[in-house]
């Protein structure tokens, strides 16, 4: 829908948003009808609340669709769904990197909950919020891959959330049935490299300079991950999960642009496939 569309951009420019600036140009909050309200007392940032206002839109907009049905349900393509929220998360933008991602993971839970609330709001069409996909495990992933200043932290929650998605998949997938809408829950090949990337510490050089930082991770750990990719590679028969040189390449500092690094703004890498 437009909705996806405009909030996947605004996702797409908040990750970019490499300096740790969470504004963005007033003209956007502008051609947003301000007169939504829009709660700030969490500290959302300015991509964040555009995406509330264009989220707050919509669903007026649905319930308006709603009102004007003889059957009193609103058009099935105006109702948000798990690809609209996920684009919300990428949204998100917090005064902390950390405060970001535990935004992330509190919708992560509300979506697993089936909370019937969002934004303050009945969800019109809908009687919960919709179950999350493995995209959604990917972008609170890929959140707390983002967390710099506490990289045990940034790893134990890594692991944590690929841990919730594990039981789901054991389980049945039970948060997203299959069917010609949905595929079975589990990690795929985006999972393994956002997780990848989160292992790396930074250690400043000798003087404290910025600019001799050094980059250490561990190979035990990686080799973890990378047999855990290969083993669900061969459970599944997913050739896009068998390791190659991206993979591998993942946890290593490298000289790529940070929009080269779709998983994580912390150490952007070359694509050397």
Not at 8 to 23: F, K, Y
Not at 59 to 86: F, H, M, R, Y
Not at 253 to 271: F, V
Request: charge should be negative.
């Amino acid at each position: 829908t437009a909705t996806n569309a405009v909030l996947d951009a605004l996702g797409m420019a908040n990750a970019l948003n490499v300096s740790g600036c969470t504004s963005i140009d007033g003209n956007i909050l502008r051609t947003i009808d301000e007169a939504e309200p829009v709660a700030t007392h969490d500290g959302a940032g300015d991509v964040e609340l555009a995406a509330r206002r264009i989220l707050q839109k919509a669903i007026s907009v649905c319930e308006d669709s709603a009102k004007c049905s003889p059957d009193g349900q609103p058009d099935p393509l105006l109702v948000p769904n798990v690809s609209t929220l996920n684009a919300y998360i990428r949204c998100l933008s917090r005064p902390t990197a950390v405060e970001t991602a535990q935004a992330g993971e509190q919708l992560l839970n509300d979506m697993l909950d089936s909370k019937q609330h969002f934004l303050g709001r009945d969800l019109v069409g809908m009687k919960h919020m919709p179950l999350p996909n493995i995209e959604t495990f990917n972008a609170v992933m890929a959140s707390w891959a983002s967390v710099t200043e506490e990289p045990t932290l940034r790893r134990r929650k890594v692991n944590e959330l690929y841990s919730m998605l594990e039981m789901q998949r054991m389980a049945g997938s039970p948060a997203v049935p299959p069917g010609p809408q949905h595929e079975a829950l589990r990690p795929n090949r985006r999972t393994f490299l956002i997780a990848l990337s989160a292992l790396p510490e930074f250690h400043t050089g000798r003087g404290g300079s910025k600019d001799e930082r050094n980059t250490y991770f561990s190979a035990e750990e990686a080799q973890v991950w990378i047999d855990r990719m290969a083993a669900m590679a061969d459970c599944y028969a997913d050739k896009a999960l068998r390791p190659d040189t991206q993979v591998y390449n993942a946890p290593l500092l490298w000289s790529g642009a940070p929009h080269l690094r779709p998983e994580s703004s912390i150490i952007p890498w070359d694509n050397f496939d």
